[in-house]
């Protein structure tokens, strides 16, 4: 029986229609989202409620403190023995590389080197030295340099520490696995036209910040180091630096608004680029539940 996997760009009601499906043919779900695996990050990572996951069985949510560091392939081991023993796995989320790494598999990459590590994080605190370091990788590893974004620290220290240790770029080394063995699945991707996801996607952002965004912030930093990773993440660095008289919470929703769309683009990047993916307009979540269950049933 093939895998379901829920997909398309945020704020497209993904986490609704998987709950739906999972109800209707007494599935289990699984979250491919790489912060709704923390504990705590709620309201920025648009987790389901605990009311909602009480619906139905629910994996990988909730399972990680912030200091913990953890990547795609260890999410993958985490995640394929699940759908190993789930009669019905629904996989949902956003972060499309982990649900690669389970599907397809990933190379073994060279290992965390702690000490090339805190050279890195000692660059990177320095005046401008982010910013140098993007430029560093962006030399050595143009590819990388391209795909991830300056701000984002850990993915550029990650990409320059496998460079160093390995002398290769990471998008070599995150290439699915060629003799990997394939979980078959079926994919459908949720879709909305340009004008209704943007409208979409920033009612999603101002409704995060009138929940509370920035309160749920402010707990989470008396818990955790501001270097923890779950808060260089969408709306929760904004957030902090709100509380850091950084920005002010005006400036904070719309900078929110602009990672929000831009990252809503680069989902739909992904996903065209992938092979045998169901395209569903989620306008009408009705007939956008239909449509999918009518695919898992044909298919199946």
Do not use: C
Request: glycine share 4%; hydrophobic share 45%; no cysteine.
């Amino acid at each position: 029986m093939r895998v379901v996997v829920i997909a398309g760009p945020t704020g497209t009601g993904k986490s609704e229609l998987a709950v739906r499906l999972a109800e209707k043919l007494r599935g289990e779900i699984i979250n491919y989202d790489s912060i709704q695996l923390y504990r705590g990050f709620d309201i920025g990572s648009a987790k389901p409620s605990v009311a909602e996951r009480a619906r139905v069985p629910n994996h990988l949510f909730d399972t990680l403190e912030a200091d913990v560091e953890f990547n795609a392939a260890e999410y993958a081991r985490a995640a394929r023995p699940l759908i190993e023993k789930i009669a019905r796995p629904i996989l949902v989320g956003g972060t499309f590389f982990y649900l690669r790494a389970v599907l397809a598999g990933l190379p073994e990459m060279p290992a965390r080197d702690a000490a090339i590590r805190a050279r890195l994080r000692h660059i990177a605190s320095a005046s401008h030295g982010q910013e140098r370091l993007h430029r560093w990788l962006s030399k050595v590893d143009p590819k990388s340099g391209a795909a991830i974004a300056p701000g984002d620290r850990h993915r550029v220290e990650r990409a320059l520490e496998v460079w160093i240790v390995s002398g290769q770029p990471i998008s070599i080394w995150q290439r699915p696995t060629p003799m990997a063995e394939e979980i078959p699945s079926i994919k459908i991707a949720l879709a909305l036209d340009r004008q209704q996801l943007v409208k979409s996607l920033d009612a999603r952002v101002d409704a995060m910040y009138a929940a509370g965004l920035i309160e749920e912030t402010r707990r989470l930093l008396q818990r955790y180091p501001p270097t923890a990773r779950p808060f260089d993440a969408i709306g929760y660095r904004e957030a902090s630096a709100v509380i850091s008289d950084r920005l002010t919470e005006s400036q904070a929703i719309a900078e929110t608004r602009r990672r929000t769309r831009a990252y809503a683009k680069r989902q739909v990047t992904w996903l065209r680029a992938e092979r045998n993916v169901h395209w569903v307009d989620a306008a009408d979540r009705d007939a956008a539940f239909a449509t999918a269950l009518r695919l898992v049933e044909e298919e199946s």
